[in-house]
């Protein structure tokens, strides 16, 4: 093992117009790999998670071993789960797998099994501050090449949408040095949605594969409402309908509607989604690369979705790095049971310090042919860009109550 023996482990913190948490790891040898553990609006305890707690644990430990690494920092700890420790063992595991694929002098998608499909089929975000607003970003995006597309656009009469940018600036949900506080009217968002949706199919016909994100702001009972009057206009997939703690509700949701239901963007463990996948109360899963666990975790939770005929639909917002969008495609490529992979693309200056391997063509993105996931960090650039706090907004209903559900 003498090459392969880890010698530093440095956490990366940086704002190149957003927070990213990036680790590297080099070992003896020379070679090194890179890792994402942003959690958007924590991303500090993330970084001192690794710095305090795990890159001590790292040093003379065998890189070769992805496994028992992996075990060691989940079991080993005895506090298990939760979003910022495994937002940290998922960059320990990438950094990882990135080395273990450029000391083979393959592309990752090759050690996890070869590609499964020829490209990763992504969906965009389409936005506006009204319908028509909305309908001319679909067509930008269909001009680009999109084939699928998440539609949202700002609720007359509500003074704040989920996924609709305030002002002029491109969207980010983390918006804020302190958090914003929104206003959110359910009954109007209800009565929209279907005219939204109408306008949409209308301009645009059916071949056109059509999202949308509730964004967990819904009881069980209003999204199996949304589901029913969503079903003529024929959805890609609603994605969280509800929060998922109570994997239940989905029961009642599912029995009311035939709309294809996805959740799981917040979720970080394969016991966030269990009963979810084993009673097929999902038709796809939305957990990242970053999010939850890695690589070697992510493989676990689309093994057990398979054999449920659940597919992955894994996150891809802007604060999940461009590291975690190259482990994501390698393994988008190469799991069978592949659905859909959410990109929002990062602002020039993000792609400037992360260069990277992976392409999109014509609706699909490929992870390229470089030896590791293919993503590397400009640390010089990056340390030009230091840490802002920056949170995202916080929900009420009109009445002032922060939970309905
Ligand atoms: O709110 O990435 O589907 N995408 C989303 C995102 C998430 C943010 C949270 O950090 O819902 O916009
Ligand atoms: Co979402």
Redesign the pocket.
């Known amino acids: 093992m003498t090459g392969s023996k880890i010698v530093d482990a440095r956490v990366i913190v940086s704002c190149p117009a957003r927070n990213f948490v990036t680790l590297k790891i080099t070992t003896a040898d020379g070679l090194y790999g890179i890792g994402d553990g942003t959690l ?2 924590r991303e500090l305890s993330v970084a001192s998670y690794l710095q305090d707690h795990v890159v001590p644990c790292l040093m003379g430990r065998d890189s070769e071993r992805i496994e028992d690494t992996w075990q060691f920092l989940y079991r080993g700890a005895y506090w298990r789960r939760g979003p910022v420790t495994m937002s940290a063992i998922a960059a320990v595991d990438v950094a990882l797998w990135d080395l273990k694929a450029k000391r083979a002098g393959m592309p990752l998608y090759q050690l996890l099994g070869g590609r499964s499909r020829e490209g990763a089929l992504v969906y965009a975000h389409a936005n506006g501050h009204s319908i028509e607003d909305l309908l001319a970003s679909v067509a930008k995006h269909l001009e680009l090449g999109y084939k699928a597309i ?1 539609v949202q656009a700002a609720v007359p009469g509500v003074p704040d949408a989920y ?1 609709v940018p305030h002002g002029t600036k491109p969207y980010e ?2 918006d804020s040095d302190l958090p914003r506080e929104e206003t959110w009217s359910t009954q109007r968002y209800l009565r929209f949605v279907p005219q939204l949706m109408d306008a949409v199919r209308a301009r645009f016909g059916f071949d056109l594969m059509l999202l949308h ?1 509730a ?1 967990h702001r819904l009881t069980p009972i209003e999204a199996a409402a949304l589901g029913k009057s969503l079903e003529p206009y024929s959805l890609f997939w609603l ?2 309908a509800t929060p998922a703690e109570n994997q239940d509700a989905f029961r009642l949701i599912r029995q009311h509607t035939t709309t294809p239901l996805a959740v799981g ?1 917040v979720f970080n463990s394969i016991f966030d989604c269990k009963q979810l996948i084993t009673e097929q109360l999902i038709d796809y899963i939305r957990t990242s690369v970053t999010h939850a666990g890695g690589i070697t975790h992510l493989r676990r939770i689309a093994a057990l979705a398979e054999i449920y005929g659940v597919r992955t639909g894994s ?1 891809g ?4 790095s461009p590291v975690c969008m190259g482990a994501a495609l390698h393994f988008d490529v190469s799991v069978p049971n592949f659905g859909i992979q ?1 990109h ?1 693309p990062h602002a020039a200056l993000t792609d400037e310090v992360f260069p990277h391997a992976y392409t999109f063509v014509g609706g699909v993105m490929d992870p390229g042919e470089a030896p590791g996931h293919g993503v590397d960090i400009d640390e010089k650039l990056a340390a030009k860009h230091p840490y802002k706090r920056a949170y ?1 907004p916080v929900c009420r209903l009109e009445d002032g109550t922060l939970h309905n559900w």
């Open positions: 958007n609006g998440r996924g949900p983390a994100d964004h994605e969280d963007e996150h917002a802007t604060d999940l959410e929002m995202l």
